[in-house]
């Protein structure tokens, strides 16, 4: 049984990496991570991808990064596919699903959320930051006081 985090490509790179550091630094390392990209934000997702190995390096684990690419940004099949079958997938082997709403565009958080609930994915965070005065920082420069990371699934 592994953990498996789900997200999607944005050009912030906050936007895209606290989420995770947020989840690492609360007990959920993920060993694979799935990211959603498009050519909007490619060169993004490169990048982003480097610094997840080292952020859950950090944690103690070793995760394997993939990168599903949409042709374009507004291909609602395919992100909804995105989610569906690498949701079911994962649960097939009895994993355990986080799904992290956080960054990219409003439709494709609004699909992530309900994907993830229609899907049943074990965890369907969103990182808060709750002073908008750390805009653009990242998660070690940001009091922990200052966030908090939510997980829908415990909420609703």
């Known amino acids: 049984m592994v953990n498996v985090w789900?997200?999607?490509?944005?050009?912030?790179?906050?936007?895209?990496?606290n989420p995770?550091?947020?989840?690492?630094?609360?007990?959920?390392v993920p060993d694979e991570v799935w990211v959603l990209?498009?050519?909007?934000?490619?060169?993004?997702?490169?990048?982003?991808t480097d610094r997840f190995e080292v952020i859950i390096d950090a944690y103690g684990g070793d995760a394997d990064v993939s990168v599903h690419e949409l042709e374009q940004e507004t291909d609602f099949p395919g992100i909804i596919d995105f989610y569906r079958s690498?949701?079911?997938?994962?649960l097939d082997q009895e994993d355990t699903v986080a799904v992290d709403v956080t960054p990219g565009r409003k439709f494709m958080s609004a699909i992530a959320f309900q994907a993830g609930f229609k899907f049943d994915a074990d965890h369907i965070f969103y990182f808060h930051r709750k002073a908008g005065g750390y805009y653009g920082q990242y998660y070690a420069e940001i009091p922990r006081t200052a966030t908090d990371l939510i997980d829908f699934k415990e909420v609703l």
């Open 37 to 48: 990209s498009n050519p909007g934000v490619a060169d993004y997702v490169a990048e982003a």
């Open 20 to 28: 995770l550091t947020a989840a690492c630094d609360q007990g959920y």
């Open 86 to 90: 690498t949701i079911e997938a994962a």
């Open 6 to 17: 789900m997200t999607n490509g944005t050009p912030t790179m906050p936007g895209i990496l």
